[in-house]
């Protein structure tokens, strides 16, 4: 695999949209079942607003977590490439692909390879920041070598 980052970037921005997208439907749905329930008497109101509030609560805070993603995958220069591993990278490792992006996890290309979408703040980026191609690091004890940094 050739790594796109500017293909990467999209599928990652993609990805994130569709959560902030599903977020929101998912907000606005409870948000009109708590009006709805206004009409009815028949049951224990407290109960039900109470779940709907505390899925609300819980929603917003996914979207906010999406929301931040976004943000920081607005600020990858998907054109500038960088021989050490910092933010914004592209690393092809002895098993896998990893774009130092936002935590979004498995994320497959057009032509079917599979890059792991990780954050700053994940372990393995820890062991592998700053290395270049040609460097191994240590993770989970396996040792994994740095073949290419894009």
Do not use: W
């Not at 407290?46 to 509030?53: I, P």
């Not at 290395?131 to 191994?136: I, L, M, V």
Request: proline letters at 1%; a negative charge; one cysteine or more.
């Amino acid at each position: 695999m050739v790594a796109n980052k500017e293909e990467l970037y999209f599928k990652c921005l993609d990805t994130v949209n569709r959560q902030i997208e599903k977020y929101q439907k998912e907000m606005d749905q409870i948000r009109e079942s708590m009006e709805n329930n206004d009409a009815h008497t028949d049951y224990d109101e407290d109960d039900s607003k109470g779940q709907l509030l505390g899925d609300f609560e819980k929603y917003a805070e996914y979207l906010d977590n999406s929301t931040k993603m976004k943000e920081k995958l607005s600020r990858i220069d998907k054109k500038h490439y960088t021989e050490q591993i910092d933010f914004g990278s592209v690393v092809e490792t002895s098993e896998n692909y990893y774009f130092i992006s936002a935590a979004l996890g498995k994320i497959v290309l057009d032509e079917g390879s599979t890059v792991y979408a990780i954050s700053t703040d994940a372990p393995i980026y820890q062991e592998m920041k700053g290395k270049k191609a040609g460097e191994t690091f240590s993770f989970n004890g396996k040792e994994h070598k740095i073949v290419e940094v894009h």
